[in-house]
């Protein structure tokens, strides 16, 4: 999939090439997310140059900045690559995910305010009348996922804490990217997705510590679960 670049900037402006640098980074780090650059895959810097139809340089500083997300990797004589994706991995992930998105459930259910509980009901409401990914073509699945992704960012959206918040997103979109590559979506197997959000809310509105942790935990396995009973060696492009 090619994902041209459309910007301009006046010759000499420093801040139009760092703007241009994070405009490129950004696209990598999505074509990165949703699979259309596999696991393992060299990232030549030519290639990339053609691919958005930007300049090496704005390449090269994209890439070193996705060293540090832990996207991208980079060995002497091979260059940069795509990191590749494992089990352990994955079980890594949501075991952290869970604890670390569980402290931040617990910090809003002991700190969010009425606001924020009206926020909760909105965002399951739009999530509970998005069609589930399994009854809507693939062009539709975007709907769903930034629907998802907005109601479990809503839930710990009174944590108040920046910080917590940005952790839990980079490991939001590094679960993605395995349930993305697999092809796994969160309602597969007859799962009754919408009765663990419904359960999910609840138990945070109601302010049940323990439970709404419990469920957001068994959430998350749920779908690592499924991504665990495929072939591996598929994922990571030799």
Known sequence: MQSKITYSKANGDKSGQKNLTSIVFSHIRSDILLGHLRPNERLRIQGLS????????????????????GLVDSEDQRGFFVTPVSRDE????TQTRSELEGLALTKSM?????????????AFH????????SLVAPAQLANWSATHREFHE????????????????LLY???ERYRNLSGKRSDAQDRDINAEHRRLME?????????????????FW????LILGIDFDEFNNQ
């Open 50 to 69: 053609d691919r958005y139809e930007v300049g090496a340089t704005a390449i090269r500083e994209a890439l070193s900045r996705l060293l540090s997300d």
């Open 90 to 93: 994955i079980r890594d992930l």
């Open 110 to 122: 002991q700190l969010g305010d009425v606001n924020w509980e009206s926020q909760v009901l909105s």
């Open 126 to 133: 739009r999530l509970f009348k998005c069609p589930l990914p």
């Open 154 to 169: 809503t839930l710990i959206a009174g944590c108040q804490s920046p910080w917590l918040r940005r952790l839990c997103a």
């Open 173 to 175: 979109d590094k679960t």
């Open 203 to 219: 138990a945070t509105l109601s302010r049940d510590v323990e439970l709404a942790c419990q469920l957001l935990s068994d959430h």
């Open 222 to 225: 749920e779908t690592t679960n």
